[in-house]
């Protein structure tokens, strides 16, 4: 929904918000009812790209919430501050603030634990507004009289103050939220966003600073809740000291749920249903307090139908309808048997492009990698041991070594995924031994993974941008409000690799209808998109059927082109007929090195695969 043409979600909002005075009443909401709906949508707006786009549930949204709304409210009530918007606005930044020193200490933690700090520093703020606080917030009488804002306009005075002329305001609000949170999730910041959802590590390892985007996205749901939390108090009249309960967090999460999560717009609308079965289930029906047990089934309802709420609902509808698949809602079957029933796509012969490469920063020639003495224990385990082992500029190096013997624990230290227990990895001169995964990416060092580390639910285009956005802005940038559109050197990054990988068909695919052996060549496309000087593909060809690993083989020689490369493979044909040098590794040591050729006829080695049998590579 959120990929149609550029300002037409926007018109549609802006028509909708026109509208919305002639028609709802006629539905049966009260002016005071839509108000209400308008702030609950513009607090959610900020949830939602936390937690829609960014993977990130807070159950602590009423801490800034109620932030915002008592500090703009102190202002107008009792610091004698005259003007309405701008006190709503420093409540914002307030709130953000907030949102920034909260987000330090809640992002040390990932999952559940992040849930549960956050609800942890939800009571905190609420326990703190009535008890030490309470002379500035009015305690458990919360803070009367808010004024309703006004607007000079020099020859006019415009009043909102109650029903539909406040309405004006809240609905210019929101339309200015909307608008702001569209820009967001469609800026290089937003791509982030989703990919950190989808997979935090791959985004780390590609290049970026995930905990920076994490905090951004925190500080971002922080803003929206103040602003939201001073609208209450402006629309009440009154700031109430049940904004910062944590009942207001889980009333805003459900609501998300019912509407749509990483719709932006489903708060709005799950705040619609909300207030509209409150307000019918106790009036007209007169249930009193029971119709929360009303509101309690519908939900289950929806969660269990309509597992998206109600705008996945109809996006899924409308997908049904035309015949695509959204790719927001993966298949249920299991990944491997959708890749062996996948039809595969039409095959395209490799083709050399040219890639940029990141600008090397010694000289030509020379080793580009070094590693010296490098060990890794696990507990009593020695899984590599004191290894030496050397990368020449432009060379195309292939280290193989039975099950077990190493291999990729020796890739995961040489990109800094895993510390070593001792010696030293020196890349283009650099000691990069202890640095972080994330800041070795950025030097031109990354590389492809045995086990595919994709973005499932985001399409093929939009992985390989995640990974070029990292090579091109590096670790962290805030430009929130980047049209992507505009950004040529990107387009044409995105365009060279999935030319390179055979995806140019299959661009808007999401990844989960991929088949196996594309998933695999994506998987090297992320690795690509990253521009890196030194590649290393931990076992490309795991997993493909004889005529993938021809194609793939086929295409890792296109891709080696000017480009330095390490490659992990157990099917030593098709690495011997890639690579010109060979490392094998045994029992976390190395055994032996040399050229293809010597490596076939070398006896240790065919006594390390098949106990000596002579013949094993011919
Ligand atoms: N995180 C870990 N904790 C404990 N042991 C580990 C860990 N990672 C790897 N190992 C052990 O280290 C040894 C080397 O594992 P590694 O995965 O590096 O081998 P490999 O050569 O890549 O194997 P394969 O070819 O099967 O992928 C194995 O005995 C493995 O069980």
Known sequence: MLKARPFLIEAITAVGLLLAPFILPHLGFAPNTVNRILVWGLFGIGFDILFGFTGLLSFGQSAFYGTGGFFAAYLLTRAGFPYVIPALLLGM?????????VGLIALRRTGIY??????????????????????????????PGVPTPTLNLGFTTLNFDTGWSLYQFLAVCYFIGIVLALRIVR???????????????????????????????????????????????????????DAFMFETSGQLIMQSAIGGIGTLFGPLLGAAVWLFLQDF?????????????????????????????????????????TGKRT????????????????????RVPARVVQMPHRQPEGGKGGPILQASGLTRRFGGLVANNNIDFTVEQGALHGIIGPNGAGKSTFFKMLTCELPPSSGKIVFEGRDITGMTVTNVCQLGLTKSYQVNQLFNRLTVRENVTVAALAALRGRFKLDLFRNMRKMPELNALVEQTLELVNLTGRVDTPVSDLAYGEKRRLE????????????LLDEPLAGMSPRERVETVALLKSISAGRTMVVIDHDMDSLFELVSKVTVLQEGQVLVEGTPDEIKSNEKVQEAYLGGMRGVFE
């Open 114 to 143: 992040f849930a549960m700090i956050t609800v942890a520093i939800a009571e905190v703020f609420y326990f703190v507004e009535f008890n030490p606080l309470a002379d500035w917030t009015g305690g458990e009488n919360g803070l």
């Open 524 to 535: 090297i496309g992320l690795a690509l998109a990253s521009s890196p000087r030194l590649l």
């Open 93 to 101: 930044v307030v709130a953000a603030v907030v949102g920034y020193l």
């Open 281 to 321: 289930l106790q009036a007209a029906l007169g249930l009193g307090a029971a119709w929360k047990l009303v509101l309690g089934l519908v939900f289950v309802l929806l969660v269990c139908f309509l597992r998206r709420g109600i705008i996945g609902g109809i996006e899924d509808l409308y997908h049904y309808l």
């Open 327 to 346: 790719a927001s809602e993966p298949e249920e079957s299991s990944p491997q048997l959708v890749d062996e029933v996948k039809v595969h796509t039409p």
């Open 187 to 241: 800026s290089p910041v937003g791509a982030i966003f989703r990919a950190i959802r989808e997979n935090p590590l791959r985004a780390t390892a590609i290049g970026h600073n995930i905990h920076g985007y994490k905090l951004a996205a925190f500080v971002i749901a922080a803003a929206y809740a103040g602003f939201a939390g001073g609208c209450l108090g402006v629309m009440q009249a009154f700031m109430p000291p």
